[in-house]
């Protein structure tokens, strides 16, 4: 996964794109292992979504805005707008059912 920072994240908005966020802290370890988690999705399947990490600490603005309540996270958006989050990062069905979840 590719590590976006603030104007990445708003760019991909403003350009109206399909992609979901990964956000996480870097000393969280449930979030190191969800991380895992997610890059296994993608090597397992061809998913057509980018899927990329932010650090929240680096974007207090928008986590508040987006009403993130706990890392890790993932957040779809679609047409750069959000849809869905998910805090079930447990195991890779969880990831997988999140990423397919029209």
Known sequence: MEIWGKETLQLAQKNKA??????????CGS????????????????I??????????YVPEIAQKLEITSVPALVKFKAGIPKDVSYQLHDITAVFEFLYDE
């Not at 399909?18 to 000393?27: A, E, L, N, Q, S």
């Open 18 to 27: 399909d992609f979901v966020i990964f956000f996480f802290t870097p000393m």
């Open 31 to 46: 979030c190191q292992m969800a991380s895992r988690l997610v890059d296994m999705t993608q090597t397992a399947d061809s």
């Open 48 to 57: 057509d979504t980018t899927i990329a990490k932010v650090d929240l600490n």
